[in-house]
């Protein structure tokens, strides 16, 4: 069995590319958070609340995942 590096989980569980290509998982989640929030902005401008906290949970999800995805391979 093969000892995990602390790194290793991370990138498993941030990108589909079996942790190759961090660079191009990065841009990926950060092109779909800027999407995420521009579609919040378009549910507030029309009244869906609800429909609009559920974007911007993904888009902070999105967000977070890219940034951990950064500090993991980037260092």
């Known amino acids: 069995m093969r000892t995990q590096v602390p790194g290793e989980t991370i990138m ?7 942790g190759r290509h961090p660079g191009a998982a990065i841009i990926i989640r950060v092109l779909v958070t800027a999407w995420l929030l521009a579609l919040t902005g378009i549910l507030l401008a029309y009244g869906y609340w609800i429909w ?3 974007t911007l949970a993904g888009a902070v999800a999105n967000a977070v995942l890219a940034y951990r995805v950064y500090r993991t391979t980037m260092r």
């Open 12 to 18: 498993n569980m941030a990108t589909g590319f079996d």
């Open 52 to 54: 609009a906290l559920v």
